[in-house]
T-cell receptor, first 114, second 109 residues
């Protein structure tokens, strides 16, 4: 199993550009989530999904969209990138019952918005 | 005030020492997680607790639900334990999670 994979590993955007961060898992996990990690602030939940077709907002959802058309994939879309979205982004998954289970994290995407 | 507070922020120990990292939270929870973030950035889950105590090798995690407090202990610390340790909680009755800022542990040989 590849576990949780994220692409790209690094990305530089200009203000106003849009892009999609990809996340996929091959463990048949129902729960998937996106986090951002900023220095001194810890991880913050952006959006999560408890299954295909179901998504919900976390602590910091503004400026981001998600969809979950399949169990395996959970892409994160930045609609119009802003410098405040410069961060490291982690995707994670866990079996049914969502985040009360052990979380499996992807390797992260380091995003810089100029 | 953050919903999850960790202490200390930074911790330096000599190899072999017993280490304790503390986590306090202010919300109702379904579960508490301890995570380890390696210097390269990867994050792995160490423990998920809803009550009592769990042990895995040299790591022990405890939780006191009444006091809203958890501790992570490392016995016989080793330089390879050097990492950032993160406490996180799953808020009660939903899947929303909150994270502490992390404790940076350095174990010197």
């Amino acid at each position: 199993n590849a576990g949780v994979t994220q692409t790209p590993k690094f990305q530089v955007l200009k203000t106003g550009q849009s892009m999609t961060l990809q996340c996929a898992q091959d463990m048949n996990h129902e729960y998937m989530s996106w986090y951002r990690q900023d220095p001194g602030m810890g991880l913050r939940l952006i959006h999560y999904s408890v299954g295909a077709g179901i998504t919900d907002q976390g602590e910091v959802p503004n400026g981001y969209n998600v969809s979950r058309s399949t169990t395996e994939d959970f892409p994160l879309r930045l609609l119009s990138a802003a410098p405040s979205q410069t961060s490291v982004y982690f995707c994670a998954s866990s079996p049914d019952r969502g985040s009360v289970n052990e979380q499996f994290f992807g390797p992260g995407t380091r995003l810089t918005v100029l | 005030k953050n919903e999850v507070e960790q202490s200390p922020q930074n911790l330096t120990a000599q190899e072999g020492e017993f280490i304790t990292i503390n986590c306090s939270y202010s919300v109702g929870i379904s579960a508490l997680h301890w995570l380890q973030q390696h210097p390269g950035g990867g994050i792995v889950s160490l423990f998920m607790l809803s009550s009592g105590k769990k042990k895995h090798g040299r790591l022990i995690a405890t939780i006191n639900i009444q006091e809203k407090h958890s501790s992570l202990h490392i016995t016989a610390s080793h330089p390879r334990d050097s990492a950032v340790y993160i406490c996180a909680v799953t808020k009660y009755n939903n899947n929303d999670m909150r994270f502490g800022a992390g404790t940076r542990l350095t174990v010197k040989p």
